[in-house]
């Protein structure tokens, strides 16, 4: 048990006092003074009571860290096609996989905005964005534009600008 300089102090005075107070004869102390001293030692025993109490209570209060948990780590699944994606080798496929990704989407975008292409805009081309550009194509420019590369950055170009 850890030993309080204030708290003794405060004891010592109390006891100091009241040993005082009792050596003294009663009659030599007025009614003022008994009563003063009466009211310095419950004082100084309030006060010690009080102390006492703040400090055990300070001292009950436990700290309690945050729980904190680590962060888990799972191995990423990775997608395995079953069958190799087709290859687009035709004029169409390369002139539009010569555009930069940013403007692979302007296109996709372009043809879903006109209701030519229903798929997801991720800038790839595959079936749905072959048959939406031949669909647009057919529509304003002609097929025929799509079997030239000058003819598909033609298409192209009408959409991006």
Same mark, same amino acid.
């Given at each position: 048990?850890?030993?309080n300089l204030r ?5 010592? $005075?109390a ?23 009466l009211g310095?030692g419950?004082? =100084? ?26 962060? $888990? ?7 395995q096609? $079953? ?12 002139a ?22 229903r ?9 749905? $964005?072959?048959?939406a ?9 002609g097929?025929?534009? =799509? ?11 009408? =959409?991006?600008?």
């Amino acid at each position: 048990m850890k030993i309080n300089l204030r708290k003794s102090a405060i004891a010592a $005075t109390a006891a100091l006092s009241l040993a005082a107070a009792s050596a003294t004869p009663v009659h030599a102390l007025g009614k003022n003074e008994k009563n003063f001293l009466l009211g310095a030692g419950a004082a =100084l025993l309030i006060g010690s009571i009080y102390m006492n109490n703040k400090n055990r209570a300070q001292t009950q209060q436990a700290y309690r860290a945050p729980s904190y948990q680590a962060p $888990t780590y799972q191995q990423p699944t990775y997608y395995q096609p $079953t069958q190799p994606a087709p290859s687009y080798s035709s004029s169409a496929a390369r002139a539009f996989n010569s555009y930069s990704a940013t403007e692979r989407r302007q296109i996709q975008s372009k043809l879903k905005a006109y209701g030519y292409y229903r798929g997801t805009v991720d800038g790839s081309f595959g079936p749905q $964005t072959q048959q939406a550009v031949a669909g647009y194509a057919g529509a304003t420019l002609g097929t025929a534009k =799509l079997s030239s590369m000058n003819g598909a950055f033609e298409v192209y170009d009408s =959409l991006l600008y």
